[in-house]
Every structure is written in C-alpha cells, then in structure tokens.
C-alpha cells in the first residue's frame, strides 16, 4: 500500500523566513497531493493542494512542488508569521476513486517572533 | 463558511463498553469518512462511505467498527467493546463528490479516552 514519509518532523524559522517540508510517497498511481494545517485542537483543514499533472502550485505564501518522477513533493512557506505556527501534513491520494488519503506523520512548525 | 460538525468534542469511556460518534456532514456533500489520529501520530484513514453503504475500508476497520447514516443529516461511527488503544482523535470528513478535492472538509475531532 501507499506510504507517505516527511521531513522534518519539526522546524523552527525565525519569522519573515522561509519554511520548507519535504513528502516522498510509494505508489505511482496516487494523484492527488494535500497539505494540511492542523492546529491544536482542531481537525485538518486544507491549505493547497497539486495534482499529478501539474509540477508547482501557489497561493500566495504558499506554494507545492510535485516530482512525479522522484515520487516527491514539498510544501514552501515564504515570509513566515507567528500564525503559521502549526502542525503540517501532506497526504497521498489512494483507494479506487482516489478519494481517501494516506498522511504523513506531520512537522511542527514554530515561528519564532 | 460550511462546516462539518462532531459531537462530543471529548468523550470517555470504560474499557468493554461501546461508544458512538456522531458526525453532522455539510449538507450537500454526499461522501463520507472516519480518520483516526492516535496522539502525536498521522492521521489514519478508516473508512468511506457512499450511498449508504462502506465504500472502501481499511485494515483497522475490522468488525468491532460500524458506520451508519441513521437520518438525512448524522453520520456516526459505534465501536463495540472499546479497548485502551482505540484512545484517538476521530474526525469526521465529507465531500461533494468521489474525487478528492471537491470540498473535502474535516470536522474539529472527536478526543475519545478509553480508561
């Protein structure tokens, strides 16, 4: 079955700098990539996500890289704040439909005032 | 915005008895899913589940687990004679349709301690 890796499984920037999380996933036929924000309490919630036919996403401060080649994709925060702060996951799309997912096991980021 | 509701936010249990997890999908969505994040670890896919039947399962999934979509608008989870290592985080998802992005949403979790 699909197993999705990240790293690092924490970071701490200095906020105005860039945070980089980094997924490697195993099954070549997943498709679909999430990122996910988790803070405490709180469920996952959706912050960008790529599909397999597309190489870099962005939304703002935000941006997704996928290697399909390497099986790897990567999360970028560019001028960081004190409200990114959170646990991140990236996920793998599997099953029939492609709707369920495989995480990884998260990063901790901590932006430092 | 939309959200997907859950209740209790926290519940305990003793080891033995079962537990029900309610989950109140985004109305219009017709796709439904279990995750499980045991603490400080990812957060596991249990099971999805489509015109009123489990659409995909995992291998955590197994018989003591049961989903169930009573009414038009609750979706919940029973586990039967709980045990101290299904102490998780439940949440609860749902989606427009059967392909991922069409507004998979997350509910804020269900803290379930089995003592």
């Known amino acids: 079955g699909e197993n999705v890796e990240q790293h690092p499984s924490t970071l701490s920037v200095q906020e105005g700098d860039s945070a980089v999380i980094k997924c490697t996933y195993s099954?070549?036929?997943?498709?679909?990539f999430p990122w996910y924000k988790q803070e405490l309490g709180k469920g996952p919630q959706l912050i960008i996500d790529i599909r397999s036919n597309v190489g870099e996403k962005k939304d703002q401060r935000i941006a997704v890289t996928l290697n399909k080649t390497a099986k790897h994709f990567s999360l970028h925060i560019t001028e960081t704040q004190p409200e990114d702060s959170a646990v991140y996951f990236c996920?793998?799309?599997?099953?029939?439909?492609?709707?369920?997912?495989?995480f990884g096991p998260g990063t901790r980021l901590s932006v430092l005032p | 915005e939309p959200e997907v509701t859950q209740t209790p936010s926290h519940q305990v249990t003793q080891m033995g008895q079962e537990v029900i997890l309610r989950c109140v999908p985004i109305?219009?969505?017709?796709?439904f899913y279990w995750y499980r994040q045991i603490l400080g670890q990812k957060v596991e896919f249990l099971v999805s589940f489509y015109n009123n039947e489990i659409s995909e399962k995992s291998e955590i999934f197994d018989d003591q687990f049961s989903v169930e979509r009573p009414d038009g608008s609750n979706f919940t989870l029973k586990i039967r004679s709980t045990k101290l290592e299904d102490s998780a985080m439940y949440f609860c998802?749902?989606?427009?349709?059967?392909?991922?992005?069409?507004?998979?949403?997350f509910g804020s979790g269900t803290r379930l301690t089995v003592v």
């Open positions: 998802a749902s989606s427009e349709m059967g392909s991922p992005n069409y507004g998979y949403t």
């Open positions: 099954d070549s036929a997943s498709n679909y």
């Open positions: 109305s219009n969505h017709l796709y």
């Open positions: 996920a793998a799309s599997i099953g029939y439909y492609g709707q369920n997912f495989v």
